[in-house]
């Protein structure tokens, strides 16, 4: 068995994580794991970028020796260089309001329609495009020779090569879905300069050494990394990768471009061997994550077991409303949303997991319709694979099986990448599962019940 090293950062917490790979055979141990915490300052929510490569480093040096590194991380957030390659400031979180109408601006100079056409990408306030458009005339910007996606600086800082891992690049709103690079038109059309986009590389290339050990492009875009972690059998499946956010959808060959699709704001992510992640960004576990905070507990297992006890569906959101979105205040945005006359925690978490189910559920269904293809299981995979209840109420709601497992898809589609790369495991994305359902543990949800309470509180959210 080879020994490989992802490094894996969410948005609360980054790991280190060591696979070993041989064929049919994978298992994970984490080296490492450190807290990711945003930091507010001068009225910017930033990243704390250097905390973050000091807890890759610690990871990587607890990890020992290994094979190859791979990086990934949350999409769409970036650093900038100067020309003498430093980092110009921290790179800004996507949950800033710097964005607020930007891409209402730019949707006036290029059309909603043609940056889907062009890109594929769900309009999401945060895209690189947008957060970039908000930087011009900053003396950072001005200043700026390269821009870096965050697994892209990181791997800069570790091997001094610059580069675009192409399924992150993807999520930018400035690739070509058709082409599959850099699109100038668009880059030039909101006034940004061609010359900060460095060459695009794609997963499984070695993008250099950091103290002797390859440095391997992954599917950086922890997303990416974790629907090639998805365990499924053939095609006819839906994958829900559920932590912060819930990115629902299916895997598809060539993307979906109608007009529908982008009225329904589906995006077409570029995936690992030419794959397209076809999907919604669904609000995900952040709401509960959030409200967590206010209360001042991390014990998820008991609030989970007052929402299970809870009767369902009495209340609701549509937890595809951006007011949800931003940090703070998340109790007091979802106690007007809902009605709420208790809010007390298991009510809340109860409102927000059933809202969960609804959302995903109305994800997989559209995503089915819009692309024409009928899936027979719903994957869920990620840290809400361990969560019962809603892996249950996601199997309800849908009126199909769920799946769930493995918790730690990302980091074992990132080890994936790399084992193949390096020649220990062989074969396409279906070999790669093939792997995962032999050594990962997934459990099964039967769906109770036939769904109509479903079908009326999608109803009443529509109303
Ligand atoms: C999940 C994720 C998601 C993006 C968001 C910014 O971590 O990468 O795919 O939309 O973060």
């Known amino acids: 068995m080879t020994e490989f090293a992802a490094v894996d950062l969410g948005a609360s917490s980054g790991r280190v994580m060591v696979g070993r790979a041989g064929p049919g055979e994978l298992a994970l141990t984490e080296a490492h794991r450190f807290p990711n915490e945003p930091v507010r300052a001068a009225g910017t929510l930033l990243w704390d970028i250097l905390s973050l490569y000091r807890g890759v480093l610690d990871g990587l040096a607890k990890a020992g020796p290994v094979a190859s590194i791979g990086i990934d991380s949350w999409a769409v ?31 006036r100079t290029l059309g909603d329609e043609r940056l889907y056409e062009v890109t594929g990408l769900q309009k999401l306030p945060f895209n690189t495009i947008y957060q970039l458009v908000s930087a011009i005339g900053t003396p950072q910007y001005e200043a700026a020779q390269q821009v870096l996606l965050i697994p892209d600086l990181l791997a800069y800082w570790l091997t001094g090569e610059l580069g675009a891992e192409y399924t992150n690049a993807s999520t930018t709103e400035l690739v070509d879905v058709h082409t599959r690079d850099w699109s100038l038109p668009l880059i030039t059309g909101v006034g940004l300069r061609p010359s900060l986009f460095p060459p695009i590389r794609r997963p499984g290339s070695v993008i250099g050494e950091h103290s002797g050990t390859p440095v391997v492009a992954v599917g950086s875009h922890d997303t990416a990394s974790a629907v090639v972690g998805v365990p499924a059998e053939g095609e006819r499946f839906a994958y829900i990768s559920c932590g912060t956010w819930s990115l629902v959808g299916l895997e598809l060959p060539e993307p979906v471009l109608t007009e529908e699709s982008r009225r329904a704001n589906f995006t077409n992510e570029g995936g690992v061997d030419g794959t397209i992640r076809y999907l919604r960004n669904v609000m995900g576990l952040w709401p509960l994550q959030e409200c967590m905070r206010e209360w001042g507990t991390t014990d998820i297992t008991d609030l989970l077991r ?82 019962e209840l809603l892996c249950q109420l996601t199997a309800d709601a849908c009126g199909l099986p769920v799946l769930a497992g493995p918790v730690e898809a990302t980091a074992l589609g990132n080890i994936l990448v790399q084992a193949r790369a390096a020649g ?39 109303g």
């Open 424 to 462: 220990v495991i062989g074969g396409d994305l279906a070999a790669l599962r093939a792997v995962l359902r032999q050594t990962q543990q997934i459990v099964r949800y039967e769906p109770r019940g036939d769904a109509s309470a479903w079908r009326h509180a999608a109803k009443r959210i529509a």
């Open 306 to 387: 007052g929402a299970a006890r809870e009767k369902a569906l009495q209340s609701v959101v549509d937890l595809d409303d951006p007011v949800f979105l931003p940090p703070g205040d998340m109790i007091g945005r979802l106690v007007r949303a809902a009605g709420l006359q208790d809010p007390s925690p298991p009510v809340i978490t109860r409102c927000i997991l059933d809202s969960l189910a609804l959302a995903q559920q109305r994800a997989i269904e559209q995503a089915q319709q819009l692309a024409g293809r009928d899936v027979d299981a719903v994957h869920i995979v990620g840290g809400g694979a361990r969560n």
């Open 77 to 107: 957030d970036y650093g900038l260089l100067d020309s003498s390659g430093a980092l110009l400031g921290n790179p800004v979180h996507y949950r800033d309001s710097r964005t607020d109408g930007v891409p209402d601006q730019v949707a």
